[in-house]
């Protein structure tokens, strides 16, 4: 069987490490228009901070790798077109421009995403620099040497870790950030009013329902920045706006939904059998929603394409979905969340609720402590956990790996108030500051007077 993947990044380059493990007879061809495999672009804030020394670190494979694995790799190579029905390629060769053409048995799609530009004038201005591949990586790493004032577009993951390392780095910093809140996919308003104070007494400038319309040179040699909230200057923009599949390859051929991100069933084939899709480029099926979702995270990239090697040799792994876990460390606090906030979930019409749990990770009597701050959003009408948002000194990473998996099991909060967990007090305390968050979502449900006969006796407990 010949099987050509296009991209190598995450979904690419585990796709090619687990067919050739388990069927080194198939021929693999791998298509990269990058120099590179497996560029980790979530290290580019610790690049920047200097927490990790030399940006090459962040590949975790290399052409040389998959080469004596027995792939036949063709980095610096442009797939131009595709005809999927006669299953065929056209390809350029970017150094040279010479096009060839090839066939395949089988086509994983695995081709990513791009930095999402909004409709901002001036775009392409030489101080506007995005960020998401090593080649952009290591540009503004350069012209960050030279530019102390630096604006940041976009408060997501990437522009709120960008933000950090250039604060911490003895930048001038401003965050632009459209909504009235930062990370707005991932953490709800509470939590966000306690990031905004974080980011803002450690020095960054933080503007929320700013949106940047047009970037301009000015007769200083500044790039100003004008804004539907007034203008402001810096020596360099970053722009950090999200991401958008690349899928117009197959443009026409496959189906794709409004964003253009290929449409996949369960076991990751496109509505053309025959390819298949992961990573950035493809939707996911999202479990607090059940509903289909671009989620593009290098989590669910490696899991697809893990999972199409197994699947293209007919094993039949179906993707289980994702509920988008995930962490960063922000000033020195670990913030972790999963599934749905309950500003999301309302706008997905999912019935919500949510508690906030303030307090300690473990007994004040400990030699130290930290404070803990826990959102967890549920359905009221079925009482399943839909989401949770921690943040603390400590390292709370881990407890966010623990709902996920209550949500992707369709767990209740009266089981999450009492499932077993450990305690010892250099831990925790003899309830799990999780178990005590469901506690009290259970305890406002019974106070609301939702209790079924087989929680009845939850709320008299507490």
Not at 39 to 65: A, H, T
Not at 327 to 344: D, P, Q
Request: hydrophobic share 40%; net charge negative; aromatic share 8%.
């Amino acid at each position: 069987m010949k099987i050509v993947i296009i991209g190598c990044t995450h979904a690419g380059t585990m796709a090619a490490i687990r067919i050739l493990k388990d069927h080194p007879e198939a021929e693999v061809v791998i298509y990269e228009r990058h120099q590179n495999v497996s560029f980790l672009s979530c290290g580019i804030s610790l690049y920047l901070s200097g927490e990790v020394k030399r940006l090459e670190d962040m590949f975790y494979s290399s052409p040389e790798d998959l080469k004596n694995l027995g792939a036949i790799v063709k980095t610096q190579h442009e797939v131009l077109r595709i005809d999927a029905k006669k299953h065929q390629l056209q390809v350029a060769d970017i150094a040279t421009g010479k096009l060839s053409e090839d066939s395949y048995d089988k086509l994983i799609m695995s081709t990513g995403s791009s930095v999402a530009l909004p409709p901002i004038f001036g775009i392409d201005e030489s101080k506007v620099l995005l960020c998401k591949d090593y080649q952009q990586a290591q540009a503004i790493y350069q012209s960050a040497k030279q530019n102390r004032r630096i604006a940041v577009v976009g408060a997501g993951y990437a522009g709120t870790e960008l933000a950090e390392s250039y604060a911490t780095t003895e930048h001038e910093v401003q965050l632009f950030q459209g909504r009235d809140q930062i990370l707005n996919n991932y953490v709800g308003k509470e939590l966000s009013d306690q990031l905004v104070k974080l980011l803002v007494d450690h020095g960054i400038d933080l503007h929320l329902d700013h949106r940047v319309t047009a970037f301009r040179s000015n007769e200083k040699g500044e790039l100003q920045m004008e804004t539907n909230q007034g203008n402001y200057s810096a020596d360099l923009a970053i722009v950090a706006t999200g991401f958008v599949p690349n899928s117009e390859l197959l443009a026409g051929q496959v189906k794709v939904e409004r964003h253009g991100a290929f449409i996949v069933n369960d076991y990751l084939q496109t509505s053309d059998p025959d390819i298949y899709a992961a990573g950035d480029c493809a939707m996911v099926r999202f479990n607090p929603t059940g509903a289909p979702a671009y989620t593009p995270l290098a989590t669910n990239a490696i899991r697809q394409g893990t999972l199409i090697a197994l699947n293209i040799f007919n094993q039949q792994y179906p993707y289980m979905g994702t509920q988008a876990t995930s962490a960063m460390k922000l000033f020195g606090e670990c913030v972790a969340t999963t599934g749905l906030t309950l500003e999301n979930a309302q706008r997905h019409h999912v019935p919500a609720e949510q508690v906030v749990y303030q307090g300690t990770w473990r007994p004040t009597y400990m030699p130290s402590t930290d404070p803990l701050t826990i959102v967890l959003v549920y359905n009221p009408e079925n009482r399943r956990v839909l989401g949770a948002q921690l943040c603390s000194k400590h390292d709370v990473s881990q407890s966010a790996n623990a709902v996920s998996v209550l949500i992707q099991n369709n767990n209740t909060i009266d089981d999450m108030a009492f499932i077993d967990m450990l305690f010892q007090p250099n831990f925790d305390f003899p309830f799990n500051y999780l178990n005590m968050v469901a506690q009290q979502a259970v305890d406002k449900e019974w106070q609301k007077g939702n209790v079924t006969p087989r929680h009845a006796t939850l709320g008299n407990h507490q």
